[in-house]
């Protein structure tokens, strides 16, 4: 069994900054591209950034320049920093993973973890 767990949401001021945190665990065999997505209210979930096991980024233009995807293989772990927080990253942030196991290999998607910019 695989899971992702996020963490590091919160309500955040306009400006400010975050550091989202995303843990694999499980009978891990290897773990490929990793991702953040995004879903605002009413929103469909909107790809964000991605990260290979190599290290090269990827993301969407609405984010490049604020965000920044990052990822420590041997912890298993994905990271988000994301700077200048506006109100339009409000959102419920998603980890995905395509990782292999002794039995398949596929995306896993985590719970999500709330960003809330407001003042």
């Known amino acids: 069994q695989v899971q992702l767990v996020e963490s590091g949401g919160g309500l955040v001021q306009p400006g400010g900054s975050l550091r989202l945190s995303c843990a694999a665990s499980?009978?891990?065999?290897?773990?490929?591209?990793m991702r953040w997505y995004r879903q605002a209210p009413g929103e469909q979930r909107d790809f964000v950034a991605d990260i290979t096991r190599e290290g090269t980024t990827n993301y969407a233009d609405s984010v490049k320049g604020r965000f920044t995807i990052s990822r420590d293989n041997s912890k298993k772990m994905v990271y988000l920093q994301i700077q200048d927080l506006k109100p339009e990253d409000t959102a419920v942030y998603y980890c995905?993973?395509?990782?292999?196991?002794?039995?398949?290999?596929?995306?896993?998607w985590g719970q999500g973890t709330q960003v809330t910019v407001s003042s």
């Open positions: 995905n993973a395509y990782i292999s196991t002794s039995t398949s290999t596929q995306w896993y």
């Open positions: 499980g009978s891990i065999a290897s773990i490929y591209n």
